[in-house]
């Protein structure tokens, strides 16, 4: 019955504003390796990777506006994403050396209700850090808002914000292998680069370098859109309802530009939803979980053959989180921003 150190990340205090690194503290406390006696629903787990995502920053409000079955308090661990490895378990459908991914909390060790566990992990054939990214949550986000929500046809014109962020970059790979065109905005030229050069993206523009977006998308989209993929919200968004063809789609898994504002900016184009008669649909990626054996069937071909690339931005350790989550809303990140905790 080993005691072992267990190093965390907490929240300090419910944040107003830009999250800052010192809203968070890294401190060590300590775990016994075992399952309380009984205990027949918990899981006693060893984080490898951690994910870092924009929507834990709603989770910081002391009135978040978000319902993800879990929430942060003051001097309590973030949750989060992760790949663990299980220690031990008292539910009998998990077993010592197991992998899997789901909801599990920023520290090393994590003893949690086993409901929280989403899917055990049965191709371990691709990296395990794809777990927190293109194969769990972001992946199935994609998934399940472009092709399910967005109902894709062939030849349509798509637009993607946040292009090179950990759903965006899949979001316009899909569009391709569907053959659609595909236009997506990024925050530096060297993002622009990865989406058109690494990922396949038809177009890409730099949006901070855009004066004015309405006349940067009818440049790229002169027949107006068919789909947007909403990442960013705001002035972005009413752009774009601007350039969507009539009985378009837009698809709102995000809003990262609104996230950090005591408040929010208004957008004055709703009523083209009126007028081109186009479907606006904000969605949470959990309606799609009983979908994910029918998404690994389509993506692992895809990327064991290398017609999906995936970008990762991994850092080290516990120590990096409170930079590294803090660094989504400058756009610091290329790609998926991941935290590595331990190897396997």
């Known amino acids: 019955?080993?005691?072992?150190?267990?190093?965390?990340?907490?929240?300090?205090?419910?944040?107003?504003?830009?999250?800052?690194?010192?809203?968070?503290?890294?401190?060590?406390?300590?775990?016994?390796l075992k399952v309380p006696e009984g205990s027949s629903d918990v899981v006693l787990l060893k984080n490898l990777y951690l994910?870092?995502?924009?929507?834990?920053?709603?989770?910081?409000?002391?009135?978040?506006?978000?319902?993800?079955?879990?929430?942060?308090?003051?001097?309590?661990p973030l949750t989060a994403f992760g790949v663990s490895k299980v220690v031990e378990s008292g539910d009998p459908n998990y077993k010592k050396d197991d992998l899997v991914w789901g909801v599990?909390?920023?520290?090393?060790?994590?003893?949690?209700?086993?409901?929280?566990?989403?899917?055990?992990?049965?191709?371990?054939?691709?990296?395990?850090?794809?777990?927190?990214?293109?194969?769990?949550?972001?992946?199935?986000?994609a998934y399940g808002g472009f092709f399910?929500?967005?109902?894709?046809?062939?030849?349509?014109?798509?637009?993607?914000?946040?292009?090179?962020?950990?759903?965006?970059?899949?979001?316009?790979?899909?569009?391709?292998?569907?053959?659609?065109?595909?236009?997506?905005?990024?925050?530096?030229?060297?993002?622009?680069?990865?989406?058109k050069n690494k990922l396949g993206f038809d177009e890409a523009f730099n949006y901070k370098e855009e004066s004015n977006l309405d006349a940067a998308l009818k440049r790229y989209f002169p027949e107006g859109i068919d789909i947007y993929f909403e990442n960013v919200g705001g002035k972005t968004l009413d752009a774009v309802l601007l350039n969507m063809r009539s009985h378009g789609r837009i698809l709102v898994c995000g809003m990262i530009s609104q996230y950090n504002l005591s408040q929010a900016e208004g957008v004055t184009n709703m009523a083209y939803?009126?007028?081109?008669?186009?479907?606006?649909?904000?969605?949470?990626?959990?309606?799609?979980?009983?979908?994910?054996?029918?998404?690994?069937?389509?993506?692992?071909?895809?990327i064991r053959e290398g017609k999906i690339a995936y970008v990762e931005d991994i850092v080290e350790g516990l120590e990096s989180g409170p930079a590294a989550l803090v660094g989504l809303f400058s756009g610091q990140n290329f790609g998926k921003k991941v935290l590595a905790i331990a190897p396997q």
């Open 1 to 32: 019955m080993a005691q072992v150190r267990n190093k965390q990340v907490l929240l300090k205090n419910y944040v107003t504003g830009f999250p800052k690194e010192s809203d968070m503290e890294i401190v060590e406390g300590s775990i016994t």
């Open 51 to 76: 994910s870092c995502d924009p929507y834990m920053r709603l989770l910081m409000y002391k009135d978040t506006p978000v319902s993800l079955g879990f929430h942060y308090s003051p001097g309590s």
């Open 104 to 141: 599990t909390k920023w520290e090393e060790y994590s003893l949690v209700p086993s409901a929280q566990i989403l899917f055990k992990i049965d191709h371990t054939d691709v990296p395990l850090s794809y777990y927190t990214g293109i194969l769990g949550m972001p992946g199935m986000t």
């Open 148 to 195: 399910e929500l967005g109902c894709p046809k062939k030849g349509e014109k798509v637009f993607v914000s946040a292009a090179s962020g950990a759903v965006g970059q899949l979001v316009g790979q899909f569009a391709k292998l569907t053959g659609c065109y595909v236009v997506g905005s990024a925050g530096s030229q060297e993002k622009v680069d990865i989406l």
């Open 273 to 302: 939803l009126i007028y081109k008669e186009i479907k606006m649909q904000g969605f949470i990626v959990s309606q799609f979980y009983p979908l994910y054996p029918k998404f690994l069937e389509f993506i692992l071909p895809h």
